[in-house]
């Protein structure tokens, strides 16, 4: 187990035993682009945390983990305190493990097994007492996780670097992107659909959504957030957030 310096980078691959594990709590941080052998699982206590892949954006509020299997570039962002704990997987255990990035629920007894595990001494024999049951039993939660649709794929065509460089703000109408990049808002509906499977309406009320809870999470409240999302109303925004989540902001957080 690690409490983390908020300015070091962990590097759990050196690391020999078949779980690394990690308990934190930082602000502010920015783990910066990098990958690692081992698969990761990220879970979100307190707070809220935002990843960056080379394809989409993942977002982790709390009660939420995301599996991210060896290899893979990404990048996390942790907006204000944010208390986590996170699970390295050696690469003997990945073919136990889901093959693509994905941001799950966590239950209750995957919740209970993570702490024991984040908190494992790095040289912890995991072949001895409890260790190797509650490792089957996490691996096991894992692959039975509800899986949440708490990612935004992105498109990687070249004339819509400027919307991705911008992602904290809501991003525009269409006409007014189509303007702004120099191509008709029916070419970006055609990119749009075939690099991310979304119209760009249903994108940009996916990026809402991730947004809102982001903001939710971090303590803004339902007026600050509908403002700042752009909604005429706090009602308005209420009956958005329970059309695409089917609960109300309040529910969603307790």
């Known amino acids: ?27 502010d941080h920015d783990s910066g682009l990098h990958r690692h052998r081992r698969g990761q699982l990220l879970y979100t206590r307190q707070g809220c945390t935002r990843i960056t ?12 983990a995301a599996w991210i299997p060896g290899g893979v570039q990404h990048r996390a962002q942790m907006q204000q305190s944010v208390d986590y ?3 390295y997987f050696s690469v003997e255990l990945s073919p136990r493990l889901p093959a693509d990035v994905a941001v799950i629920d966590v239950s209750p007894l995957l ?27 996490c691996l096991e939660e894992i692959g039975a996780a509800l899986h949440q649709p708490l990612s935004l794929p992105l498109p990687r065509d070249k004339r ?15 006409k007014v992107l189509a303007t702004r990049v120099g191509a008709s808002s029916r070419t ?8 991310t499977g ?7 009320q996916q990026w809402r959504l991730m947004r809102a809870i982001e ?33 109300t902001p309040r529910a969603y957080f307790k």
């Open 1 to 27: 187990m690690a409490w983390l310096d908020p300015q070091a980078r962990f590097d759990p691959d050196p690391f020999s035993a078949p779980v690394i594990g990690v308990a934190a709590t930082l602000g």
């Open 53 to 64: 892949l080379a394809d989409r954006l993942c977002l982790l509020p709390p009660s939420r």
């Open 85 to 87: 704990r996170s699970l």
């Open 111 to 137: 919740r209970a097994v993570l702490e024991p595990m984040a908190l494992a001494a790095f040289d912890c024999d995991w072949s001895q007492g409890r260790y190797p049951h509650l490792l089957g039993l």
């Open 160 to 174: 819509l670097q400027p919307l991705l460089e911008d992602l904290q703000h809501l991003p525009p109408e269409l």
């Open 188 to 195: 970006i509906g055609r990119i749009f659909q075939r690099e």
């Open 198 to 204: 979304l119209g760009y309406q249903q994108w940009r």
């Open 215 to 247: 903001l939710l999470a971090t303590g803004r409240s339902i007026g600050y957030t509908a403002f700042e999302l752009g909604f005429a109303s706090d009602s308005i925004f209420i009956a958005f957030f329970k059309a695409m989540t089917g609960t």
